[in-house]
């Protein structure tokens, strides 16, 4: 099984920023490649929403309602990715989720995405 944990998350005030980060690891075996990592939110009241996607070759897409703002990367030696959050905007107040796509253990690509348990981000006017 592959686990994500994030970290990052927190309190501040409108216009500080955060930085969060995911590790992706696996139970029995090493995980060979993830080819894509990306981040999600959840507003309570709200469906979850794609904030950022990175390919394992370097890639980017971001929400339009982050661009300029948000970065992410990725450090594939450490199956980890990081959100870097700056300007933070009242609206920007979420859990905040990762996701793995196409995880490769061993010599088998998993067809499952995998999810971390959220870290919520909470924004202060």
């Known amino acids: 099984q592959v686990r994500l944990v994030e970290s990052g998350g927190g309190l501040v005030q409108a216009g500080e920023s955060l930085r969060l980060s995911c590790a992706a690891s696996?139970?029995?075996?090493?995980?060979?490649?993830?080819?894509?990592m990306g981040w999600y939110r959840q507003a309570p009241g709200n469906q979850r929403e794609l904030v950022a996607r990175?390919?394992?070759?370097?890639?980017?897409y971001y929400a339009d309602s982050v661009k300029g703002r948000f970065t992410g990367s990725r450090d594939n030696a450490k199956n980890t990715v990081y959100l870097q959050m700056n300007s933070l905007k009242p609206e920007d107040t979420a859990v905040y989720y990762c996701?793995?796509?196409?995880?490769?253990?061993?010599?088998?690509?998993?067809?499952?995405?995998?999810w971390g348990q959220g870290t919520q981000v909470t924004v202060s006017s």
């Open positions: 696996a139970s029995a075996f090493r995980i060979i490649r993830i080819d894509t």
């Open positions: 996701a793995a796509e196409g995880v490769t253990i061993g010599v088998v690509t998993s067809q499952r995405d995998y």
């Open positions: 990175l390919s394992n070759s370097g890639s980017a």
